[in-house]
Nanobody, 127 residues
Framework: QVQLVESGGGLVQAGGSLRLSCAAS???????????MGWFRQAPGKEREFVSG????????DYADAVKGRFTISRDNAKNMLCLQMNSLKSEDTAVYYC?????????????????WGQGTQVTVSS
């Protein structure tokens, strides 16, 4: 049973930074061989949206236009860990952030392409 556990959310002032982490466990040998991961977020009253994704290789990253240049996604395959460094935070970044894993070498911007999800961590940016 794959489990994803996010951490690092909290309350921060606009312009500040937060670093989210996602620890993956329960991965089988077949999943460990290659999987992509992503971050999504959902604000109250809105649909879940793509934030960033990373393929099996670190150079295959993708960002939503709204966060490009401010957020950086990274992964440590040896530790099965995913991170999202969020800088220059804005009030519109306030949302629950979810970590997701896709059994593929490439990430996707579609939530339905991901097979496993974390429980989410709240990020609140005060203006």
């Amino acid at each position: 049973q794959v489990q994803l556990v996010e951490s690092g959310g909290g309350l921060v002032q606009a312009g500040g930074s937060l670093r989210l982490s996602c620890a993956a466990s329960g991965l089988t040998l077949s999943t460990l061989s290659s999987y992509a991961m992503g971050w999504f977020r959902q604000a109250p009253g809105k649909e879940r949206e793509f934030v960033s994704g990373i393929g099996w290789s670190d150079d295959r990253t993708d960002y939503a236009d709204a966060v490009k240049g401010r957020f950086t996604i990274s992964r440590d395959n040896a530790k099965n860990m995913l991170c999202l460094q969020m800088n220059s935070l804005k009030s519109e970044d306030t949302a629950v952030y979810y970590c997701a894993l896709r059994r593929s070498m490439w990430s996707s911007r579609q939530s339905y392409d991901y097979h496993y999800w974390g429980q989410g961590t709240q990020v609140t940016v005060s203006s």
